[in-house]
């Protein structure tokens, strides 16, 4: 079983839908929980990260971390043809100064205008 | 800034050679993390260089070897290719107890072992 589950699309939505991406992870050392976006042969550029559960918000983007549940959400608002990329969770555990990072496979998404 | 470099950005070997990838990580930065990323999947943590040593390593055998230089700048050495190494092989940089804040990745050196 993989520490970090993630469904691999691809996931089309007309522009302007709410998008709902998720991953769930069996590893209960995991306390930092991030979402990465890729677009294609590009390397992942880092959207949002939170610490334990909770919410957190950066504009069109919410982020959702339930750790009783061991899952985690990326909320997309209006979303545009630009958002079409690969999205990626990725965990790590808090181990002082040297942390390992795992991700996803990656969820593809596509806006359609 | 320049942010992260990678070089090359492509390669080509056959099986058995050796290879070199090379990575600048953004200024300011003092830890390097090296990734594989095969088509279709995310990336796998290989291992993690600061102050010159390795100082996390993710479960790559030890073909995968590698190296920080003092200005921060970090080599990773692939010996004995395998078909299985074809991948984009990604560098990120972060301040040290960071990581999870502010890793920035580099465009990654695509690898094709034939």
């Known amino acids: 079983q993989k520490e970090v589950e993630q469904d691999p699309g691809p996931l089309s939505v007309p522009e302007g839908a709410i998008v709902s991406l998720n991953c769930t992870y069996s590893n209960s050392a995991f306390q930092y929980f991030m979402w990465y976006r890729q677009y294609s042969r590009k390397g992942p550029e880092l959207l949002m990260y939170?610490?334990?559960?909770g919410n957190k918000e950066d504009g069109r983007f919410t982020a959702q971390v339930d750790k009783s549940s061991k899952y985690i959400s990326l909320f997309i608002r209006d979303s545009q043809p630009s958002d079409s990329a690969t999205y990626l969770c990725?965990?790590?555990?808090?181990?002082?100064?040297?942390?390992?990072?795992?991700f996803g496979t990656g969820t593809k998404l596509q806006v359609i205008p | 800034d320049a942010g992260v470099t990678q070089s090359p950005t492509h390669l080509i070997k056959t099986r058995g050679q050796q290879v070199t990838l090379r990575c600048s990580p953004k200024?300011?930065?003092?830890?390097v993390s090296w990734y594989q990323q095969a088509l279709g999947q995310g990336p796998q943590f290989i291992f993690q260089y600061y102050e010159e040593e390795e100082r996390q390593r993710g479960n790559f055998p030890d073909r995968f070897s590698g190296h920080q230089f003092p200005n921060y700048s970090s080599e990773l050495n692939v010996n004995a290719l395998l078909l299985g190494d074809s991948a984009l092989y990604l560098c990120?940089?972060?301040?040290?107890?960071?990581?999870?804040?502010?890793?920035?990745f580099g465009p990654g050196t695509r690898l094709l072992v034939l």
């Open positions: 990725a965990m790590s555990p808090y181990s002082g100064g040297y942390q390992k990072v795992t």
């Open positions: 939170t610490y334990s559960s």
């Open positions: 990120a940089s972060s301040p040290r107890d960071k990581i999870q804040e502010t890793q920035y």
């Open positions: 200024s300011g930065h003092d830890t």
